[in-house]
């Protein structure tokens, strides 16, 4: 039996760019890290971390799905994107608490590494993408294989094809420098003009397409999905293998992409991709934030047959103030390798977070919001 790792501390740190920490101490002094990030919404998760100290100081931290078991279910009310990022948060830190005091990856707890090492792709583009050219060449010579590009800026609920033309040579341009391209629609696009793009866009042969609506839309997914050959990608906004079960139900979807920061953790999102993985469909974790939501994807992909490709935030355009190595003590733990992140081979979530900084850093508590936007008209657009 596991000695006792009795937790009797749990704390959160605001850090830039956007993202929220947090730090499971236990009475001995062994010490966890995980990424609770909820992007605009980090006041609330730390929030939900208050009944998580009521339940959970004194409690053993080995005892993992029994907290998950209990913090899920406990409180009555349950799921959501504030709920599931803190417990999605706290579960990392106990995988690296428990890894670190076995001297064991995570992985290796989960039943043993697949893989080496995973492929990665990079963001290019911004909110509002138009030069396109240099920064997919730019990502090339890092060594990606692939990128990801939102489709548009705002548009309109109706409109014609007309539109669609500066999207395709944006995609066309990414393609002549080497990439393979995904194209993130980030459920800015209504359904009425979401079935002409998809149409349109199917020739250029892409990775997939992401949201093309948003998840809320079930049934107009199922219809693009029926339209098109393209891959369909979703799931950042789904925070549970109970949300995921209808879409795999429908057959609407191509591609998951659960956020190892929002979805519940580690273990949660295995059991989602072993849900995906029954139904034929790949695994392409959502990962615009910090080095521990990475580290914790790649603990997933060490072990996980169907996971397929890995989002990492390296240079990302929200990334204003600190990027993903701002807060690692070893910046190769989790640096990209000829266009593939390797599997950690250090205990726990295998990437040594530099207190020092976080707590510097923290001091200057961001309140990070993303913009709002709106149409020619004066309405609301979708961001």
């Known amino acids: 039996m596991a ?50 100290r009521d339940r959970f100081i004194g409690h053993d931290a080995n005892r993992i799905e029994d907290i998950w078991q209990i913090a899920y279910r406990g409180g009555f009310y349950r799921g959501g994107p504030v709920l599931m990022s803190a417990l999605a948060g706290f579960e990392q830190a106990l995988w690296d608490l428990k890894g670190r005091a076995l001297g064991l990856p995570a992985w290796e707890m989960l039943g043993g590494r697949l893989r080496d090492k995973i492929r990665a792709y990079a963001w290019i583009g911004g909110d509002r993408p138009h030069e396109i050219a240099d920064a997919a060449e730019a990502r090339a010579g890092q060594g990606f294989s692939a990128v990801k590009m939102n489709a548009t800026a705002e548009l309109d609920w109706i409109g014609t094809p007309r539109h669609f033309d500066e999207v395709i040579d944006r995609v066309k341009a990414a393609q002549a420098a080497g990439m393979d391209v995904g194209l993130d629609f980030h459920g800015r696009v209504h359904r009425p003009m979401a079935k002409q793009l998809a149409k349109v866009l199917e020739p250029l042969g892409l990775l997939f397409i992401e949201e093309p609506l948003l998840s809320e839309n079930p049934e107009g997914l199922r219809q693009i999905s029926e ?7 979703l799931g950042e906004r789904l925070y549970s293998r109970w949300d995921y079960k209808p879409f795999f139900e429908a057959g609407a979807v191509d591609i998951i992409q659960p956020d190892l920061s929002h979805a519940g953790g580690i273990l949660e999102c295995r059991k989602i991709a072993a849900m995906a993985e029954a139904y034929d469909v790949a695994v392409a974790p959502h990962c615009p934030l910090g080095p521990l939501a990475l580290a914790s994807c790649l603990q997933l992909a060490a072990c996980t ?53 976080v707590r510097d850093l923290h001091k200057d508590r961001h309140r990070w919001r993303n913009p709002i936007w709106r149409n020619k008209d004066g309405s609301f657009a979708e961001w």
Not at 227 to 233: C, K
Not at 319 to 337: I, M, R, S
């Open 305 to 357: 047959p169907n996971v397929a490709i890995q989002e990492m935030s390296l240079g990302i355009h929200y990334n204003v103030g600190a990027d993903l190595f701002t807060y690692c003590k070893h910046k190769e733990q989790l640096e990209p390798q000829d266009g593939y992140l390797p599997i950690p081979e250090g205990p726990g979530l295998g990437v040594d977070i530099d207190e020092d900084v």
């Open 227 to 233: 339209l098109v050959s393209t891959p369909i990608a």
């Open 3 to 52: 000695k006792p790792l009795i937790i009797g501390r749990i704390e959160t740190f605001y850090v830039p760019p956007r993202w929220l920490f947090v730090r499971v101490e236990t009475e001995d002094g062994a010490v966890g890290w995980g990424e609770p990030s909820l992007e605009g919404y980090a006041e609330a998760v730390e929030g939900a971390f208050e009944p998580l």
